[in-house]
T-cell receptor, first 115, second 113 residues
């Protein structure tokens, strides 16, 4: 069964802390994505990557950075966590250049609370 | 600028009846539209998709309709079952590059016994 694994399901951090959210996929997908989900706002794209060491800003990249050193791993970094970054973070992956619907496979999510 | 909108935050339907979830979009360049279903504490899972060149796609109890002139799509679930209670997200795909998806705000569907 193909999987996207997010290592931390629940995290509680303090304002100003550096936070790492890790995501690993075992499907050999080129594309990887980080979204955040907030009530009433749906899923919003933070960053995505279509190849190792490549990254592109999504719709809400401010306050975040990413790292993709290996094809299977995509990390989201909060350099200095703030309370408005309290959210559910969802990692996803997909095949590049799909001729079909290019379905995203999501991880289970990481619930981050910043105090 | 919300390119994909789901204007109904919630919907309540009786078991066995039809559930209709709606979605509107603004960008005519989207080439695929997808529906995802999300249970609490889980990631979204893919449900059904439709190409922009089609007007209907059916998969079992689920049918998606696309009206390009109105920039509107809908998901029909017939008959509705208690296990269908979840949050449903509409998404639209941008065809360039990594083909990223733009999501709507979601609609919470509750199926009442």
């Amino acid at each position: 069964d193909v999987k996207v694994t997010q290592s931390s399901r629940y995290l509680v951090k303090r304002t100003g802390e550096k936070v790492f959210l890790e995501c690993v996929q075992d499907m050999d997908h080129e594309n990887m994505f980080w979204y955040r989900q907030d009530p009433g706002l749906g899923l919003r794209l933070i960053y995505f990557s279509y190849d190792v060491k490549m990254k592109e800003k999504g719709d809400i990249p401010e306050g975040y950075s990413v790292s993709r050193e290996k094809k299977e791993r995509f990390s989201l970094i909060l350099e200095s966590a703030s309370t408005n970054q309290t959210s559910m973070y969802l990692c996803a992956s997909s095949l590049y250049g799909s001729s079909g619907a290019n379905v995203l496979t999501f991880g289970a999510g990481s619930r981050l609370t910043v105090l | 600028d919300q390119q994909v909108k789901q204007n109904s935050p919630s919907l309540s339907v009786q078991e066995g009846r039809i559930s209709i979830l709606n979605c509107d979009y603004t960008n005519s360049m989207f080439d695929y539209f997808l529906w995802y279903k999300k249970y609490p504490a889980e990631g979204p899972t893919f449900l059904i998709s439709i190409s922009s060149i089609k007007d209907k796609n059916e998969d079992g109890r689920f049918t998606v309709f696309l009206n390009k002139s109105a920039k509107h799509l809908s998901l029909h679930i017939v008959p509705s079952q208690p296990g269908d209670s979840a949050v449903y997200f509409c998404a639209a795909r941008q065809p360039q590059g990594a083909q990223k998806l733009v999501f709507g705000q979601g609609t919470r569907l509750t199926i009442n016994p």
